[in-house]
């Protein structure tokens, strides 16, 4: 079901179900306000339901979310900061295309981050955050098996989290969050949920790595990282090629 959200601050009521499904907000101060707003554009963009190349009117945006301009146009500042809108001269603003090109740089990212670090994981990571860690991988194969998509996205991240908390670096924690944050998100949502087989193979990369951290040996780790990363991006050249990918794509 497409995510929607209806702000309603004039309202008494601290929140209600409205018609079709939209969830009425109310009763906030203006800060929770501004990023309720936010909130819900980001999840329209990366579930696509806000597809690439959409043009972001904000007198039509505040009004499907019941709102005024001034939070639309706030959120939209956020979201480009983010690097989900584009904002063009005489043209406005609107949702980013997706790009093979990026979607590479995504996986260099994480690995660019993550690589220098596996030595210090192995070394610190102790039986109770392993186990703590695997938890969360189980979290992971059941939110496939339910095909929860949100969900298996966010437990994705939070294993990458978990077995990096161990550095004690949170710079290093929120960059890991940011890259795969949002635009990894929706990444996911185009070329990897729609698939039966990439999602599986998304599945089994996370459980490689955490298998791997478990042997506690670097060898096993760097080698089921590049294995599963070189799967991936196999694939996701195979995916860009069909129609209802491809129209996610940027124009050439």
């Excluded at 501004?34 to 909130?39: C, G, H, L, M, Q």
């Excluded at 995504?106 to 938890?135: F, W």
Aim: proline residues 5%.
């Amino acid at each position: 079901m497409a995510f929607r959200v209806r702000l309603s601050p004039d309202s008494e009521d601290t929140g209600s179900t409205g018609a079709a499904g939209s969830v009425v907000i109310s009763g906030l101060n203006l800060r929770t306000y501004k990023r309720a707003v936010y909130e819900a554009l980001l999840e329209m963009i990366v579930t696509l339901e806000l597809p690439p190349g959409e043009r972001l009117v904000e007198s039509d945006l505040a009004g499907r979310l019941g709102v005024s301009k001034t939070p639309v146009r706030e959120a939209l500042a956020m979201l480009e900061s983010d690097g989900l809108v584009e904002a063009t001269p005489y043209r406005g603003a609107t949702v980013r295309w997706l790009s093979l090109n990026e979607s590479r740089e995504q996986g260099y990212l994480v690995d660019a981050l993550e690589m220098p670090a596996y030595p210090m994981v192995i070394e610190r990571i102790t039986k109770a955050e392993l186990a703590a860690t695997g938890k969360v991988v189980d979290r992971l194969k059941r939110a496939r098996k339910t095909r929860d998509q949100r969900q298996f996205s966010l437990l994705a991240a939070e294993i990458h989290e978990r077995l990096f908390a161990c550095t004690g670096y949170p710079r290093l924690l929120a960059l890991i969050h940011q890259v795969l944050g949002p635009v990894g998100r929706r990444y996911d949502n185009a070329l990897v949920f729609p698939f039966d087989a990439s999602w599986d193979l998304l599945r089994d990369m996370a459980v490689a790595r955490y298998e791997a951290v478990c042997t506690r040996d670097l060898d096993n780790v760097v080698n089921a990282v590049r294995a599963g990363r070189q799967r991936m991006q196999e694939t996701a050249l195979v995916r860009a090629a069909l129609p209802e990918v491809s129209r996610y794509l940027r124009p050439d």
